[in-house]
């Protein structure tokens, strides 16, 4: 809550402070980029299907790539991350994905593979009717690769693989209440 001087309270204070020293201390464990938060979302063009929720960069696809909906069902709509960051400011804590991502699987070892996984949260995001993950997409260089939609018998997290094709991962995850949250790594 803010005062009439325009000053943080101290819970507040204090709240903020626990969620950047959370991101700061799992940045380096995660190698998060510690790009500044305005170059981390593009200022235009960010596209969100109305059917599905998928988010697109730079125009509008013919159709989606989630649900085959056409040009027509994106509006743009280029605050839906600071949107949820000045709406829900004590919420980063359990919105904020948290990725891991190395550039060569455990599991699929015949071909070049990306092995990215992710967790809601550094206090786990609830998985309630009222309040949960809907999907988690991932993107390299800001191009969609893949989708988990979780249901809430599943927990916040997911492992994606992916071709190595560029160098920036980009995961947004769709609260059901706190809108939609990303993050970006780099494969270690």
């Not at 996984?117 to 800001?142: N, T, W």
């Not at 893949?146 to 190595?164: D, G």
Request: one cysteine or more.
């Amino acid at each position: 809550m803010i005062d009439p001087n325009n000053s943080m309270s101290r819970r507040d204070f204090i709240g903020a402070a626990a969620v950047g020293a959370a991101v700061l201390a799992t940045g380096s464990i995660f190698k998060i980029s510690a790009k500044d938060e305005k170059m981390a979302m593009p200022s235009k063009g960010i596209y969100v299907c109305s059917k599905c929720g998928h988010v697109e960069f730079g125009v509008a696809p013919e159709n989606c790539p989630v649900c085959f909906a056409t040009k027509d069902q994106y509006k743009e709509n280029n605050t839906i991350f600071s949107d949820a960051i000045s709406n829900y400011k004590d919420a980063g804590i359990s919105h904020t994905p948290f990725i891991s991502a190395k550039k060569k699987s455990s599991l699929i070892t015949e071909a070049p593979t990306y092995e990215i996984s992710v967790r809601i949260g550094k206090k786990l995001h609830p998985m309630e009717e009222a309040h949960h993950i809907q999907f988690l997409d991932c993107y390299i260089d800001d191009k969609y690769a893949a989708r988990v939609s979780l249901s809430l018998s599943a927990s916040p997290a997911a492992t994606f693989y992916t071709k190595p094709a560029g160098a920036k991962i980009r995961i947004i995850e769709l609260c059901s209440v706190h809108g939609y949250w990303q993050a970006e790594a780099v494969a270690a």
